[in-house]
Antibody
Framework: EVQLVESGGGLVQPGGSLRLSCAASGFAFSSYAMSWVRQAPGKGLEWVSAISGSGGSTYSADSVRGRFTISRDNSKNTLDLQMDSLRAEDTALYYC???????????????WGQGTLVTVSS | DIQMTQSPSSLSASVGDRVTITCRASQGISDYLAWYQQKPGKVPKLLIYAASTLQSGVPSRFSGSGSGTDFTLTISSLQPEDVATYYC?????????FGQGTKVEIK
């Protein structure tokens, strides 16, 4: 059974940093690209960042580029999102998601974690 | 960047009605289009990918069609458990933009 468990969310002041993690199990982690998607309170889904299975390719939304860094550790089956220079508009529930169902390029998000809440406020 | 526009933003229909939601991409995306269902307070769930392929376990009353820039999600017979917000997503390149969502309610 595929499981994705996020952690690391919390309350942080504007300008601060936070590191989110996602522990993956139940599938061949290194074979699949992964993504982070966020959802502000009462709002729609916003794609944040993605990383290839090897970790060699990363992609980010314009809204977070230069502030957020996605990474993965295939030896530990973990996905991370380092979030720096946080702003109030980054307040959201952050989901870790697996790209699939196939391991090739251009896949949708077939499994999602429960999310971890990030609140940016003074 | 590709923009995804869904319509309508919300709809109310009766149980058993046929419901159609449209999604338009600002440029051609072939069939790299997914539909997700998010029930209130729940995690998004993949319904359809490659524009028309039903994800395993999804009821057959859901179907998708389209290619290029215009896509459709159809619920052939609306059920109470289908109350949710539905999102389309283009996944052919980054950013993998979502539509703004369509909220489906029971009349």
């Amino acid at each position: 059974e595929v499981q994705l468990v996020e952690s690391g969310g919390g309350l942080v002041q504007p300008g601060g940093s936070l590191r989110l993690s996602c522990a993956a199990s139940g599938f061949a982690f290194s074979s699949y690209a992964m993504s982070w998607v966020r959802q502000a309170p009462g709002k729609g889904l916003e794609w944040v960042s993605a990383i290839s299975g090897s970790g060699g390719s990363t992609y980010s939304a314009d809204s977070v580029r230069g502030r957020f860094t996605i990474s993965r550790d295939n030896s530990k089956n973990t996905l991370d999102l380092q979030m720096d220079s946080l702003r109030a508009e980054d307040t959201a529930l952050y989901y870790c998601a697996k790209k699939g169902p196939n391991s090739g390029s251009y896949q949708p998000l077939d499994y999602w974690g429960q999310g971890t809440l990030v609140t940016v406020s003074s | 960047d590709i923009q995804m526009t869904q319509s309508p933003s919300s709809l109310s229909a009766s149980v058993g009605d046929r419901v159609t939601i449209t999604c338009r991409a600002s440029q051609g995306i072939s069939d790299y289009l997914a539909w997700y269902q998010q029930k209130p307070g729940k995690v998004p769930k993949l319904l359809i990918y490659a524009a028309s392929t039903l994800q395993s376990g999804v009821p057959s009353r859901f179907s998708g069609s389209g290619s290029g820039t215009d896509f459709t999600l159809t619920i052939s017979s609306l059920q109470p458990e289908d109350v949710a917000t539905y999102y389309c997503q283009a996944y052919n390149s980054a950013p993998q933009t979502f539509g703004q969502g369509t909220k489906v309610e029971i009349k």
